[in-house]
């Protein structure tokens, strides 16, 4: 029999190095392979995580070097919960980030059921559904306002050969009414192969022996579907969910390059919004303020989700 | 084996320090210079190299597209970068600049080198040079005279049929517009219409939301209106001059203009998008800095005898335009300071201020753009400084961009977005501003 891998790499370890593992204890060699990562994560996550929430008691603005820091109390909290235009970002938010996972909950399981069943060119079909996700945001958000372009946009184009109206009579990411659609639109057409994968995971993953089983019993269609299927891919289907959920609360690069969170403000979302206070107009004690609250907000519903998703997953 | 891996890390290592000491050796004799990526940076680039031949020094340059100019570079100062030597910023950062001591200040270095500021355009002076503004504390030399204006199709103008139409319509010529209203009509009679078989439209204009755009483009309509920035007898007194009944006609005014006569989906368009729809032959007029002039002049398909230029037209409150332009600065943190004030020295000669001009520099030396054969030397050089003789600049505070920031979100708010009364915004910008000028303890 040939000796394994650990065998090996046991064989190759040079005699002193040897000798000095061996000392150590398990749990010795189990913090020396952990520790770089703890003090990436310490060093890269929790510092500047413990530094904003001190600077958000502060009213540093990075760009004064000279400037006196003060301290002040939970002055920036206050002022970013009383301002109604941060509010209003809040909405903007929460619009967007509703309708695209309700949309490509939607849209990315019925490709997962269909893409599911066996038929010719299956392999073909699900790599040409999951193309639009391998793209960057960037190169998305600029290649949608070319077909959003009024006067030569494919989009605008389909959309006055279908109702016959003139495709210059409407502006997708220049009218009040149709940007916030416009947006939605788009992170969906991105981001649905991403659900569609996951559910095509979960679709995959019940046996086929309980839908023979669902046979046997004469269990309709219709119902091996909502007693079967569904139940089981649900905590996939709230796994896609919650990371959607986590991506868009933070989406900014595909936003920016459509709309840049115009016409007026109708489209800037939190992360825009929280962009523009920390490095354009530079007041980092309120943005830090800012980011602290748009932090324990994700974080707490995501902690409440997670343990909504393992009940359901202890079903 | 363990002399191989001695070795390896030896070899490594010398490798690292090659590297090292050859970037620092480098750098001693680089200069990097720092500006907007846009074609007056081109002009630069050749213009310099009469400056690398004469010095020695050899130069590197980092352009960056204007709607990330701001963001790069200003992190970059006050991050404490040493990537530019000399930066070409714009003129409001100077504020900020120098109240930070992120550029060198220039005072002693022009009184040894004989460099007056009298020399020098005296808006462009104030505009790019002077904090605090109107004294004589320089934090820059002029470098890039600009400011909006108009550029329109003179072969269109021309058209008789369309001369005709126009002048039994408007009882007058179909000419260049002498007042805002003239203007207005103009891009009304140009909208939607068909020349040479193409649907065309009245104008374009300033509407980009996210850096500065519509501040730009609006500001000439307030200006020409009434708008003030402050009570010119009680600074930071902002209640009745921002938000004056001129200011909220101004604003009302760039709104019809935009809701009348702009192509669809101009709802974020600056520069390149006015510069793109111009020379793609969509529009009769666009409103842009004068940097353009030189390209379109030489553009195949809008240039020469088929485009006029025109100053921002004068309303019933003034005629003023809104300055552009830089001044070009010494990086305090630059580790090559005396090079980088060796090549301001350089660049203020008259001799390399003419060829700045020649190349599509625009000067802002006086005796460059005064000089006779100045106005007749290129087809929009007598606009460039009847455009020059009426500008007024943005505020230049250190708190410049949450002054910018409000005023963008207000006017698009309002101009694109159609949000609320132009009384209201202009309120709403009293409200903004003023809060900005309390938290920096100037009201």
Request: hydrophobic share 45%; with cysteine.
């Given at each position: 029999m040939s000796p394994t891998q650990f065998e090996r790499a046991a064989e190759a370890t040079p005699p002193i190095l040897a000798k000095k593992i061996r000392g150590l204890s398990d749990r010795a060699i189990a913090w020396i392979f952990v520790a770089p990562t703890i003090f990436l994560l310490l060093a890269i996550n929790i510092f500047p995580l413990i530094w904003t929430i001190r600077l958000s008691f502060t009213n540093f603005r990075v760009n004064r070097p000279n400037a006196e820091v003060q301290f002040v109390g939970?002055?920036?909290?206050?002022?970013?919960?009383?301002?109604?235009?941060?509010?209003?970002?809040?909405?903007?938010?929460?619009?967007?980030?509703?309708?695209?996972?309700?949309?490509?909950?939607?849209?990315?399981?019925?490709?997962?059921?269909?893409?599911?069943?066996?038929?010719?060119?299956?392999?073909?079909?699900?790599?040409?559904?999951?193309?639009?996700?391998?793209?960057?945001?960037?190169?998305?958000?600029?290649?949608?306002?070319?077909?959003?372009?009024?006067?030569?946009?494919?989009?605008?184009?389909?959309?006055?050969?279908?109702?016959?109206?003139?495709?210059?009579?409407?502006?997708?990411?220049?009218?009040?009414?149709?940007?916030?659609?416009?947006?939605?639109?788009?992170?969906?057409?991105?981001?649905?192969?991403?659900?569609?994968?996951?559910?095509?995971?979960?679709?995959?993953?019940?046996?086929?022996?309980?839908?023979?089983?669902?046979?046997?019993?004469?269990?309709?269609?219709?119902?091996?579907?909502?007693?079967?299927?569904?139940?089981?891919?649900?905590?996939?289907?709230?796994?896609?969910?919650?990371?959607?959920?986590?991506?868009?609360?933070?989406?900014?690069?595909?936003?920016?390059?459509?709309?840049?969170?115009?016409?007026?403000?109708?489209?800037?979302?939190?992360?825009?919004?929280?962009?523009?206070?920390?490095?354009?107009?530079?007041?980092?004690?309120?943005?830090?303020?800012?980011?602290?609250?748009?932090?324990?907000?994700?974080?707490?519903?995501?902690?409440?989700?997670?343990?909504?998703?393992?009940?359901?997953?202890?079903? | 084996m363990k002399s191989k891996l001695f070795n390896s890390a030896a070899a490594i290592g010398l490798l690292f320090g090659i590297s090292a000491f050859g970037a620092t050796g480098a750098q001693a004799a680089d200069l990097t210079l720092c500006w907007a990526a846009w074609d007056p940076a081109n002009a630069l680039v050749e213009l310099s190299k009469d400056f690398e031949a004469k010095s020695g020094n050899k130069m590197k340059f980092e352009f960056v597209p204007w709607p990330n100019f701001a963001d790069r570079m200003l992190n970059e100062l006050n991050s404490g970068g040493k990537l530019c030597d000399l930066l070409i910023g714009d003129s409001q950062w100077i504020g900020g600049a120098a109240e930070n001591k992120q550029y060198v200040k220039l005072n002693d270095f022009f009184d040894k080198n004989g460099i007056s500021m009298k020399d020098f355009i005296p808006a462009t002076v104030t505009g790019y040079a002077e904090w605090p503004k109107n004294t004589p504390n320089y934090w820059a030399l002029p470098a890039f005279g600009d400011v909006v204006g108009w550029t329109y199709r003179k072969d269109w103008f021309a058209k008789p049929e369309l001369q005709a139409e126009f002048k039994k319509k408007y009882s007058r010529d179909l000419a260049v517009p002498k007042s805002l209203d003239e203007l207005k009509d103009i891009a009304t009679f140009f909208q939607g219409r068909d020349i040479d078989g193409k649907k065309v439209y009245g104008a374009a204009i300033?509407?980009?939301?996210?850096?500065?755009?519509?501040?730009?483009?609006?500001?000439?309509?307030?200006?020409?209106?009434?708008?003030?920035?402050?009570?010119?007898?009680?600074?930071?007194?902002?209640?009745?001059?921002?938000?004056?009944?001129?200011?909220?006609?101004?604003?009302?005014?760039?709104?019809?203009?935009?809701?009348?006569?702009?192509?669809?989906?101009?709802?974020?368009?600056?520069?390149?998008?006015?510069?793109?729809?111009?020379?793609?032959?969509?529009?009769?007029?666009?409103?842009?800095?004068?940097?353009?002039?030189?390209?379109?002049?030489?553009?195949?398909?809008?240039?020469?005898?088929?485009?006029?230029?025109?100053?921002?037209?004068?309303?019933?409150?003034?005629?003023?335009?809104?300055?552009g332009g830089q001044g070009i600065s010494v990086v305090a943190n630059s580790a090559h300071q005396e090079e980088a004030l060796a090549y301001i020295k350089w660049f203020a000669q008259k001799d390399v201020q003419s060829k700045w001009w020649t190349l599509g520099g625009y000067s802002a030396l006086s005796s460059v753009v005064n000089d006779p054969s100045f106005a007749t030397s290129q087809p929009y050089a007598q606009t460039f400084l009847d455009s020059m003789a009426i500008v007024k600049d943005f505020w230049a505070e250190p708190s410049y961009a949450s002054l910018m920031q409000a005023t963008q979100k207000r006017f698009h708010d309002y101009v694109v977005a159609g949000k609320g009364t132009a009384k209201e915004a202009m309120d709403g910008l009293v409200a903004d501003w003023t809060k900005v000028f309390k938290d920096e303890g100037k009201m």
């Open positions: 939970l002055d920036n909290y206050r002022r970013i919960l009383s301002d109604a235009d941060i509010w209003l970002t809040m909405q903007t938010t929460a619009h967007f980030l509703i309708w695209t996972i309700v949309l490509q909950v939607l849209i990315g399981f019925s490709l997962a059921y269909l893409i599911n069943k066996k038929f010719r060119g299956n392999d073909l079909w699900t790599t040409i559904i999951v193309f639009p996700m391998m793209l960057s945001p960037a190169v998305v958000g600029n290649f949608w306002t070319f077909l959003y372009q009024p006067q030569i946009g494919l989009f605008n184009y389909v959309v006055g050969f279908l109702t016959h109206t003139d495709p210059s009579s409407f502006s997708m990411i220049g009218d009040v009414n149709l940007a916030p659609w416009a947006i939605v639109i788009v992170d969906t057409w991105m981001w649905t192969p991403f659900v569609m994968l996951i559910c095509l995971a979960g679709l995959r993953s019940i046996p086929g022996s309980i839908y023979e089983a669902a046979e046997c019993d004469r269990a309709s269609k219709w119902r091996q579907f909502w007693t079967i299927t569904l139940p089981m891919v649900l905590p996939f289907l709230m796994l896609a969910v919650l990371f959607r959920g986590i991506e868009n609360f933070k989406m900014f690069d595909l936003v920016v390059q459509l709309t840049g969170g115009g016409p007026g403000s109708i489209t800037e979302l939190t992360s825009i919004n929280l962009k523009r206070e920390a490095f354009e107009k530079w007041r980092t004690g309120y943005s830090s303020a800012y980011a602290v609250i748009l932090f324990v907000t994700v974080f707490g519903l995501a902690s409440i989700y997670v343990k909504a998703l393992n009940k359901v997953k202890e079903r | 300033y509407t980009e939301r996210g850096s500065e755009g519509i501040t730009m483009g609006a500001m000439n309509a307030l200006y020409n209106f009434g708008f003030q920035y402050d009570n010119p007898a009680k600074p930071y007194e902002l209640q009745g001059f921002v938000n004056s009944e001129g200011a909220v006609k101004g604003l009302e005014f760039y709104k019809s203009l935009y809701d009348c006569c702009t192509p669809p989906g101009a709802s974020d368009w600056y520069m390149s998008q006015n510069i793109d729809a111009y020379k793609s032959g969509q529009v009769a007029m666009q409103m842009n800095f004068a940097f353009i002039w030189p390209g379109v002049n030489a553009d195949a398909n809008v240039g020469g005898d088929k485009s006029g230029y025109f100053p921002m037209p004068a309303g019933p409150g003034g005629h003023f335009a809104q300055l």
